[in-house]
């Protein structure tokens, strides 16, 4: 008899485990739909993702038209923060849904374990990494795609944003584990922002406090290449993956989950962060150190130099492809010149200031070397009258030294090469003036040092850009040795021009 039942009996299946994670996915899956009922979830959500869109549809003027892709990826950096903040709040509050409502003592006679609950939470934030680093791709897939585009991006720094959202999640959660208040995560989040501010402050700014931060900003006014930008971006991914996973199993440990694969994670957590905690506070490699000097003072060894018509073009690798338009704007500028001038074969070489790194912002000495024009590693909008600028004092003083010292007549030929034959003259002759005005004394903006107009000159300079294009081209090409003539005055100039004739001296600033 016993041999009949034991032969009949059905086996016995253990699928008690596999029950239980499909109830935790289950569960992570309707706490990820929870979240975005919570009003601050939806709406940053919401302005996230429409001013991304935004910004990649509608802001293709001026230098957004021609991205480096190496401040592209550091630039979707910053968007996901205050989605990350409102998840932070919200998660802690999901997380505590039950004490605040009694229901706790319920879950006793269930089958999960709380500690299991407490999986399925931060399971939830998973969807929003997700989406953050669709949002992340697409923003910086599209940089890539534009014409202007150059450089090359750094995968570790475009995973910032998403382990940022991600980590958030993570420490709201901890907090409800650890202190199960609804008033710990607003206390949470301005607690994270003060100790930011006394590190930073308590360390001079040093770079291993820097880099405890989740997201670094560095931003300057003009775009280093590719390798030498100097950044630990790697380790800072590798530190920002240990917290997430550190917070995480902590959240689990504190929950209840005392099984070894759950302090095994904690300790693996731990170790992550640290190695990239330790590895991102080395700073600046001698090596890129030496590569940034070598690139600021002598940038000809590291540079392709490229033909176009009859100038030539000496650049970083990956500006190389922008000589073409870098000579459609010398050619402008030639054509409205003469003698000499109108032929003269010029040097353009990009210059850049790298050794103060991402954070420098130094404004470049004019060069000696005669016919030789700078430009810089940015382009578009107010960066194109600029270079035109260059172009021009170089033809008329000879080289840039002696172009920024202009305090003459010669500012007035200058500025009509740079932009009488721009498309919009007037609006370049704005965005090339320090204050953007078209009137009085102004500072002039060019790649290297500034020059000097005064309010007389730019009167004149202000009539000749409203009058018809081709009379003043013939009247500056029919007068061209005495316009460039050294010495020559403001009033000299107004009179062979057809101008109003200024009353007032030359003087350069007033």
């Known amino acids: 008899m016993n041999a009949v039942m034991e032969a009949t009996a059905p086996p016995v299946v253990h699928s008690e485990p596999r029950r239980a994670w499909a109830a935790v996915f289950a569960l992570a899956r309707f706490e990820a739909r929870d979240l975005l009922r919570y009003i601050p979830v939806a709406l940053t959500l919401l302005v996230y993702v429409g001013y991304t869109l935004w910004t990649l549809l509608f802001e293709r003027d001026g230098m957004d038209a021609y991205p480096a892709l190496q401040d592209a990826d550091r630039a979707t950096q910053n968007s996901p923060l205050l989605l990350g903040i409102a998840l932070l709040v919200c998660v802690n509050r999901a997380a505590l849904r039950s004490r605040r409502r009694g229901t706790d003592r319920h879950f006793d006679v269930l089958v999960m374990e709380p500690w299991r609950r407490t999986v399925a939470h931060a399971l939830s934030v998973v969807p929003f990494g997700l989406l953050t680093a669709l949002l992340v791709l697409g923003e910086f897939t599209w940089q890539a795609l534009r014409p202007g585009a150059v450089g090359h991006g750094s995968v570790a720094e475009l995973a910032v944003g998403p382990l940022f959202v991600l980590l958030c999640g993570a420490l709201g959660l901890v907090f409800a584990r650890l202190i ?3 008033f710990a995560a607003p206390v949470l989040v301005i607690g994270l922002f003060t100790a930011s501010l006394f ?10 406090s820097r880099w405890l931060s989740p997201v670094v900003g560095e931003n300057s006014t003009e775009t280093l290449p590719s390798d030498l930008i100097g950044r630990p971006a790697a380790w800072h991914a590798l530190y920002l993956t240990g917290l997430v996973l550190l917070a995480a199993t902590a959240a689990v440990l504190a929950g209840g989950g005392r099984n070894w694969p759950v302090k095994a994670g904690v300790a693996g957590a731990l170790a992550l962060t640290l190695t990239g905690a330790v590895a991102q506070s080395g700073g600046v490699s001698a090596e890129v150190t030496a590569a940034r000097q070598r690139a600021s003072l002598t940038p000809e060894k590291d540079q392709t130099c490229v033909q176009e018509g ?3 073009y000496c650049a970083f690798p990956e500006w190389t492809g922008r000589a073409g338009t870098w000579d459609g704007v010398v050619d402008r500028v030639q054509s ?3 003698g000499s001038a109108a032929e003269q074969r010029l040097l ?9 790194g991402l954070t420098g912002d130094s ?3 004019p060069s000696t070397t005669p016919h030789q024009v700078t430009v810089g590693t940015r382009w578009g909008g107010n960066r194109v009258p600029e270079f035109a600028v260059a172009v021009a004092s170089v033809l008329v ?26 498309p919009d003259p007037m609006s370049d002759f704005r965005d090339v003036r320090l204050d953007d005005s078209v009137t009085g004394s102004a500072i002039v903006l060019a790649p290297a040092n500034p020059l000097s107009m005064s309010e007389r000159q730019t009167d004149v300079v202000r009539e000749l850009l409203t009058r018809p294009r081709a009379e003043v081209t013939a009247a500056v090409k029919e007068h061209w040795g005495e316009l460039t003539k050294p010495g020559v005055t403001t009033a000299d100039v ?9 009353k007032a001296g030359d003087e350069c600033a007033e």
């Open 397 to 422: 003083a000879g080289d840039e030294a002696k172009g920024s010292e202009l305090c003459d007549g010669r500012m007035v030929t200058v500025m009509w090469l740079a932009l009488g034959g721009a």
């Open 199 to 208: 590190v930073s402050a308590g360390t001079g700014g040093a770079e291993w």
């Open 348 to 356: 353009v070489r990009q210059r850049i200031e790298a050794r103060y």
């Open 336 to 338: 409205l010149a003469s």
């Open 494 to 502: 107004a009179r062979v021009l057809g101008a109003e004739v200024p």
């Open 180 to 182: 199960p208040t609804a």
């Open 310 to 312: 009859d100038s030539r």
């Open 363 to 365: 404004t470049l000495q």
